[in-house]
């Protein structure tokens, strides 16, 4: 049982300076995944590989509040 939090930060985007990402944190329990924020839509293609290679059809979303980049990338 594969148990991992997993931050994605806007510092891992080269134009960083100009584009404001967020953040997108990862909470897999093992059983179950959980994501923190969605953050930028730029988070949705390394979200779905993770979602992908662990086996998660499906994830619990928390939004901490509705700032445009905590929520963005959630129609991906």
């Known amino acids: ?27 897999n329990t093992g059983s179950k995944l959980f994501i923190y924020d969605c953050g930028h839509e730029a988070h949705a293609d390394k979200v779905i590989s993770y979602m992908d290679k662990h086996g998660y059809e499906k994830a619990t979303l928390i939004l901490s509040h509705n700032d445009k980049d905590h929520f963005e990338g959630i129609r991906y």
């Open 1 to 27: 049982m594969m148990k991992e939090i997993l931050i994605l930060g806007s510092q891992e985007y080269e134009n960083s300076e100009t584009t404001n990402y967020g953040d997108c944190i990862l909470i």
